[in-house]
């Protein structure tokens, strides 16, 4: 393998990541909608395209091998295939969590939408998890440290999100004895939402190491 075909084969990584991050962003993107209207139809459509974005995964991994493999890559593109691989891992985890909770809200004995108005933080906490899961993605593609150095600090403000939705949650539970399961049910979404950030910091943190060969201030060979 050339040189200059590696390159090529380097770039199309990042067109596939960009592929597949953008199927995760129109998941997470429905699967708010579905949150806020109860769309039996959006719900389904989103649950079926979980597996496009599994196949992506194992597209990318089959790159990435193709690559480690055909060329000895200096430290600078091993860390850029490595980090790949960890990311793919995360990105794919944040579809299965845009599917599942698609999956609860057409569990839900009730439309999701006149719950939210007493939850009022839980599409803001969805927004910025979505906003993360985006950044963390292009800085990837656009090997910007400063972006993946922000997208780590921006999950304090998901976690804060998560935290005031549960505390209203819980308010509606003791107020609401019969709705509680509810509750429950949108407590669990509002989890997802967080741990849907914590995946978007993970794959920021495989970009800081891909330009910097630091993994959570531990330098990696």
Known sequence: MTREFFDEQLAQLDTELLKMGALVEQSLAGAMRVLETGEVQLAHRIIEADNEIDQKER???TLCLHLLLRQQPVARDLRTISAALKMITDIERIGDQAADICKIVLDMEQAAAEPLIRVRHLPALGVAASA??????DAFVTHDLERAQQ???DDDTVDS???VVRGELFGWM???DEEQAIAI???LIAKYFERIGDH????AEW?????????KGVPIT
Request: no cysteine; hydrophobic share 55%.
């Open 151 to 153: 997208v780590i600090l």
């Open 132 to 137: 993360q899961v985006s950044a963390a993605i």
């Open 200 to 203: 978007a910091q993970s794959v």
């Open 207 to 215: 970009v800081e190491y891909s330009i910097t060969g630091m993994h």
């Open 161 to 163: 999100l998560f935290t």
């Open 174 to 176: 003791r107020a609401m």
């Open 59 to 61: 597209d990318i991994e």
């Open 185 to 187: 049910d949108l407590l």
